[in-house]
T-cell receptor, first 115, second 114 residues
């Protein structure tokens, strides 16, 4: 049972390069999220998708784009990477079940370094 | 907008001692509250959550948390810590039904000494 799978796990980019982080979940969840984690700042929401075909900005969306390809997959794209985007990125998913919603299931993270 | 404060960046406790990690939130109504744990190099795992009802909630690994509306707090406790509890702990808040945005605190790193 894979849960949430992120690729790649590690990536080094040069400033100005582009790349896409891939995320897939096999739990049939409607909602998916991208967070970044930086020391002393916790996790900050970049974008989320409440359902297939919808996306919405989170707290720190600048410099990123997302695509909800289908119910399983939610990708995060950096069009022109900057050193400030050096971070650990986490994809997560969750399911709505009336009011008892909210548990996020996380991938293992993707460590990105921008030189 | 909602916010979460974890005032302790790093806590060190002895194995077998009790533990309390503090969490305060800022939100007008009663939000949905969560505690997550992150082991080194891993993603986050849910420890427990509070939506409504009994203000003392039990979670996995022997953890519990108490919601105190008057103090806007949701502190995490464990009566006796184990070396395997060494990790980083995050409190999180979601405004409520229909709002998908989960806001995390900055985390508390827990070190266990023998």
């Amino acid at each position: 049972n894979a849960g949430v799978t992120q690729t790649p796990k590690f990536q080094v980019l040069k400033t100005g390069q582009s790349m896409t982080l891939q995320c897939a979940q096999d739990m049939n969840h409607n909602s998916m999220y991208w967070y970044r984690q930086d020391p002393g700042m916790g996790l900050r929401l970049i974008y989320y998708s409440a359902s297939e075909g919808t996306t919405d900005k989170g707290e720190v969306p600048n410099g990123y784009n997302v695509s909800r390809l289908n119910k399983r997959e939610f990708s995060l794209r950096l069009e022109s990477a900057a050193p400030s985007q050096t971070s650990v990125y986490f994809c997560a998913s969750s399911e709505r079940q009336g009011e008892n919603t909210g548990e996020l299931f996380f991938g293992e993270g993707s460590r990105l370094t921008v030189l | 907008a909602q916010s979460v404060t974890q005032p302790d960046i790093h806590i060190t406790v002895s194995e077998g001692a009790s533990l309390e990690l503090r969490c305060n939130y800022s939100y007008g109504a009663t939000p949905y509250l969560f505690w997550y744990v992150q082991s080194p190099g891993q993603g986050l795992q849910l420890l427990l959550k509070y939506f409504s009802g009994d203000t003392l909630v039990q979670g996995i690994k022997g953890f519990e948390a108490e919601f105190k509306r008057s103090q806007s707090s949701f502190n995490l406790r464990k009566p006796s810590v184990h070396w395997s509890d060494a990790a980083e702990y995050f409190c999180a808040v979601r405004p409520g039904f229909g709002n998908e945005k989960l806001t995390f605190g900055t985390g508390t790193r827990l070190t266990i000494i023998p």
